[in-house]
Nanobody, 117 residues
Framework: QVQLVESGGGLVLPGGSLRLSCALS????????MAWYRQAPGKQRELVAT???????NYADSVKGRFTISRDNAKNSVHLQMNNLKPEDTAVYLC???????????WGQGTQVTVYS
């Protein structure tokens, strides 16, 4: 059974930083595209960043230059370093694993990030 657990959310002032982590239990991590999504109240879920098994990364335009996604295949974990946070970054951040060449995917429960001015 695959389980994803996020951590690292919290309250921060604009311009501040947070580092989110997502730990995956199970054996699919090294074969999965890992992604961070976010969902603000009343808005659709938005893809924030992805990292492939080889380490390639991709970002939403709204976070380029501020957020960095990284993965640790040895520890089955993925991180999202968020710098220069803005109030519009406020959302629940969710981790997702998508096994390549498979329909299998799994979501974490999410962690709240609040940037308040």
């Amino acid at each position: 059974q695959v389980q994803l657990v996020e951590s690292g959310g919290g309250l921060v002032l604009p311009g501040g930083s947070l580092r989110l982590s997502c730990a995956l239990s199970g054996s699919i991590f090294s074969d999965s595209v890992m992604a961070w999504y976010r969902q603000a109240p009343g808005k659709q879920r938005e893809l924030v960043a992805t990292t492939t098994p080889s380490g390639s990364t991709n970002y939403a335009d709204s976070v380029k230059g501020r957020f960095t996604i990284s993965r640790d295949n040895a520890k089955n974990s993925v991180h999202l370093q968020m710098n220069n946070l803005k109030p519009e970054d406020t959302a629940v951040y969710l981790c997702k694993a998508n096994k390549v060449r498979s329909n299998f995917m799994s979501w974490g429960q999410g962690t709240q990030v609040t940037v308040y001015s």
